[in-house]
């Protein structure tokens, strides 16, 4: 069973632009969640989607926001870049909103000058 | 609230020498909690979990046991590695069904 594929792996950005990442989860999964991860701070949760739905969000401003599709991928953006955002972004499915286990995906390193 | 507390890192051992990282946390009910390692490069894998007070998780010859009177979850490996080194997370999972995690120990072994 394949796991959980994250792309871009690598994106270098500016301030001010917007960036798109994707996810998709492992097959038969329905819940992705997003993370956050800088050093110092360690990973923090974005959001959380299961059936399209956004079931949990952390503490982040609204430049960052996501989606689910009907197939479970998801999608994250964030918009107006902030040096502050460059960090890897971690994307983790389970089999169900609120299910005992993540499996993570290898993320997203995103660098904004 | 919920939060996880772990020792800062950086740790450098020798090949054979005995691990521990220290993790605390908070939380409200009684969470699971978890054990991440993290490769360079690569995402996070679950090393080993527990889901209720005097469990204790072991995987790989990492063990960890559930302590809800010092609210600790303490990492351990009686002998490391040079394969061992990555980076390692603790985590909780909160009666709500979120997950909260450490700020992550870097360990580094020395052959």
């Known amino acids: 069973k394949a796991g959980v594929t994250q792309t871009p792996r690598y994106l270098i950005k500016t301030r001010g632009q917007q960036v798109t990442l994707s996810c998709s989860p492992i097959s038969g999964h329905r819940s992705v969640s997003w993370y956050q991860q800088t050093p110092g701070q360690g990973l923090q949760f974005l959001f959380e989607?299961?059936?399209?739905?956004?079931?949990n969000k952390g503490n982040f401003p609204g430049r960052f926001s996501g989606r689910q599709f009907s197939n479970s991928r998801s999608e994250m953006n964030v918009s107006t870049l902030e040096l502050g955002d460059s960090a890897l972004y971690l994307c983790?499915?389970?089999?169900?909103?609120?299910?005992?286990?993540?499996?993570f995906g290898p993320g997203t390193r995103l660098t904004v000058l | 609230g919920n939060s996880v507390t772990q020792m800062e890192g950086p740790v450098t051992l020798s090949e054979e020498a005995f691990l521990t990282i220290n993790c605390t946390y908070t939380?409200?009910?009684?969470?699971?909690l978890f054990w991440y390692v993290q490769y360079p490069g690569e995402g996070l894998q679950l090393l080993l979990k527990?889901?209720?007070?005097?469990d204790k998780g072991s995987n790989k010859g990492f063990e960890a046991t559930y302590r809800k009177e010092t609210t600790s979850f303490h990492l351990e490996k009686g002998s490391v590695q040079v394969s061992d080194s990555a980076v390692y997370f603790c985590a909780l999972r909160n009666t709500g069904n979120q997950f909260y995690f450490g700020t992550g120990t870097s360990l580094t072994v020395i052959p």
């Open positions: 527990a889901t209720k007070a005097d």
């Open positions: 989607y299961f059936s399209e739905t956004q079931r």
């Open positions: 983790a499915s389970r089999p169900v909103a609120g299910g005992p286990e993540q499996f």
């Open positions: 939380a409200t009910g009684y969470p699971s």
